[in-house]
């Protein structure tokens, strides 16, 4: 039964992600795990987190933050009720497209179809393009879907290259997005068992950073206390972010990055420290620095 | 002309809100301005703060943080660009009700229209009533409105008491969220000019707050010696969000609130130890602590 014994050993590398296929995280998931990799669209991002946890899937990839709109609030709760480890990250440049069913040209276009925040990210491209309406869709890939299905004569989509890619439909304007400094940052989660199993090993010159979340007790300082101990370390954060702690009105939860090996003495000892001023302390993830 | 020289002097107070009438933020103005203010509903964030800006109205009230679901980045967002004061804060808790046109029984009730913010945080009443469907809407008030305009006969709106005396509609089940941790804080914004003319003396015994926003070089320690201005002078704070900066990618605005009034020394030398660190400062209020 050797065959039987490699399918066990060997889980297809399925990764979920939300969104319809041609999403920005389905371009973060190739970059994370292979150009080929086969994945799982969600409609919602618990479902995502769940998927995972179940086992249905051997990774996740979610959006954490991006540059012009901010933290995804909703996945640093998940990622503390989930308590799926971070082991990679990466950031995807957020290029725009006005992308159409093939043989449509430009003249013929009224309405464009996508996400509200894409549409929102490309407000030059409508002022100076004012007969082409704006009509909000749930999702930007999911939009290029859309019009190639309905074979909508008179509409565009606005989403990623590969969107238009795997529904066959045309570019007709690149990145028409007002700002070119947009990214967006993702992670590649996988379950405790598989992380442990596959540990990273150290790569000379290689950065790590490693995420946590802890909370305080409501006294005066007590931020200012917690963050001295990555600071009297010389451990340099790269993002500290503040949730509401449920049942617990006006407290916070507190997600730091710092850029450090979670296994090194030096942040041992910072996690330590926190530890004695924490009353919540959880390490999320440790992890090669993206590009 | 006396007449016409009091009306310039005396403002009407009409006040600017995002959505329906009878939504929690009217309740809000209410508490802040008195319970006959009148109101001027808006569509959106941007148009509450655009309103302000332009001296159609003479408050404008904005929710800030939910004890559930976190900030409103939106409007932490408009705070710095709209450079309009916060002049005082209030809490609100967040009662849902189950409201219904007059004379309908709660066996016809078989879909339950709300924001979909409101009907997550009613699971364990639907759970306990799965004859009612969840369908979203708009807004909490507006889907009040919506059932009473229309004459639904099936149907029910989740929203607060207010949104049901304003619609002449009857509260069927009273306080059906499932968390009742649920309290929206609320501020207050003036003109810069009305804030100045209209400065509030120090009573004793008052608890103040300043809110401030500021950045700093993207070097390691950065924000601990930032927030060594406050916990070296022993200046406690309450909050600390942070936004993206736009066009620096992946560097951050912090905005901070602290226990104290900005115009003692005491706030005065952590506002000036602060400004040696910070690239950019500025105080966006100061105001009575809110009950």
Known sequence: ???????????????????????????????????????????????????????????????????????????????????????AETSVRIVHNLIVRKGLPFSKIKRAFSHPVALNQCLDFFAKNPQIERIPYYDTAGSVKMIVDEGLSDAAAI??????????????????ESDRQNFTRFFLLRTANYASRHKILPAAHTTWKTSL???????????????????????????????????????YLFYVDFLGREDTANAQNALNHLRELADFLRVLGCYPKGA
Chains 1, 2 share one sequence.
Request: glycine share 6%.
């Open 159 to 176: 989403a990623s290259s590969v969107a238009a890619e795997i529904y066959g439909a045309r570019i007709l304007r690149r990145s028409i």
């Open 213 to 251: 979340v802890f909370s305080t007790r409501n006294t005066p300082g007590a931020l200012f206390r917690a963050l001295s101990a990555f600071a009297l370390r010389d451990l340099s954060l790269t993002k500290i972010e503040s949730r509401p702690l449920r049942g617990k009105p006006w407290e």
């Open 1 to 87: 039964m050797e065959w039987s014994y490699k399918m066990k050993r060997k889980a297809p590398a399925l990764i979920a992600f939300q969104g319809a296929r041609g999403a920005f995280s389905e371009e973060a998931a190739r970059k994370l795990v292979g150009p080929r990799t086969a994945v799982l669209p969600c409609e919602r991002f618990e479902d995502v987190f769940r998927s995972l946890k179940s086992g249905l899937v051997s990774g996740a990839v979610v959006p954490i933050e991006n540059t012009l709109a901010g933290s995804v609030h909703e996945n640093y709760d998940h990622l503390v009720n989930f308590e799926l480890p971070i082991v």
